[in-house]
């Protein structure tokens, strides 16, 4: 081969790795199908579930029987997870509707909404938590200022390089910030799929586990619709994921706090609707409380 052909030959073998390259950039960030049955498969009692004929929504179903859940058929890597819920209505006490992001690993990282059911009258409370390599103790909890069995509200997750967002009709409810680098850990190396349940969390959900299901107000329906993931698919490596790029749109610097009007609606979801917060809880860690309180919240 001359040296004029081996040349041609080189910048073709450069091309190529290029445009693989972008291919699997390009790869790397998926906007969901909108289809539960494509992008969802059912986990825990296929009885209990139900989906539309056009696949755009979906109901759980808890009675003394069983509960239901689903998960993601793929996992991810950050980015954004929006889920549209209506929560059981009338008396829920006792049953925890769940949307959550799992590694589901021994050391797991985790990033949860919790619903916990409430006697009828009574406003649904929010819990949220994060998993970060087997530890959690991280509860916060809300009261939302609708009532969420009316209809459907969206929920979000934001999760990135720099911090994670917990939303509520785009409005922050809750962050936790990446401070890996201070010797707090932080979901950052482990996929994580989407998922749903509705189980029976009686022992504990409602005043301490005080308030048991009203097994005769069921069976107890929750529903799923309008869901978007726009996220990172695992590929087997964090690298693809850590990048900032415009398919990685959420690791961009502009995510990398709360705007100003996010920063106001924070502070007055905090004053008003926030009824505990584990970083307020001294009792609990006996005054120790964990490294990251120590930090602003953004």
């Known amino acids: 081969m001359t040296l004029i052909n081996r040349s041609k030959a080189f910048i073709l073998l450069?091309?190529?790795?290029i445009s693989s390259l972008l291919l699997c950039v390009s790869q790397a960030s998926v906007v969901s199908s909108g289809d539960f049955n494509k992008d969802f498969f059912v986990t825990w009692s296929p009885s209990h579930v139900n989906t539309s004929n056009d696949g755009r929504s979906r109901t759980l179903k808890l009675d003394q029987e069983s509960g239901a859940s689903f998960a993601s058929t793929q996992t991810f890597l950050f980015g954004q997870i929006d889920m549209k819920i209506k929560l059981i209505p009338g008396s829920?006490?006792?049953?925890?509707?769940?949307?959550?992001?799992?590694?589901?690993?021994?050391?797991?990282d985790e990033i949860d909404f919790e619903f916990?059911?409430?006697?009828?009258?009574?406003?649904?409370?929010l819990q949220t938590n994060v998993y970060a390599e087997g530890i959690d103790n991280r509860e916060e909890r809300i009261h939302l200022w609708f009532d969420p069995t009316k209809d459907f509200h969206t929920y979000s997750i934001l999760w990135n390089i720099?911090?994670?967002?917990f939303m509520v009709d785009q409005v922050p409810i809750r962050l936790y910030r990446n401070h890996a680098d201070k010797g707090v850990a932080y979901p950052r190396l482990q996929p994580m799929n989407v998922q749903a349940s509705l189980w029976n969390g009686e022992s504990w959900a409602t005043?301490?586990?005080?308030d048991k299901i009203d097994w005769s107000k069921g069976p107890f329906v929750a529903s799923f619709g309008d869901?978007?993931?726009?996220?990172?698919v695992w590929k087997g490596s964090p690298k693809l994921c850590n990048a900032e790029s415009n398919e990685n749109w959420w690791n961009k610097n502009d995510f990398s706090s709360l705007t100003r009007v996010q920063k106001r609606?924070?502070?007055w979801v905090r004053k008003y609707h926030l009824i505990y917060d584990y970083c307020q809880d001294y009792g609990r860690f006996n005054n120790k409380l964990p490294k990251e309180c120590n930090f602003p919240k953004y």
Do not use: E
Request: proline share 4%; with cysteine.
């Open 265 to 267: 609606w924070f502070k």
């Open 14 to 17: 450069i091309g190529f790795f």
């Open 116 to 125: 916990l059911g409430n006697v009828n009258g009574q406003p649904y409370i």
């Open 92 to 108: 829920s006490q006792g049953t925890v509707v769940a949307y959550y992001m799992t590694s589901d690993q021994p050391k797991r």
């Open 162 to 165: 720099h911090q994670i967002v």
């Open 227 to 232: 869901y978007k993931i726009d996220a990172c």
């Open 207 to 210: 005043r301490g586990g005080h």
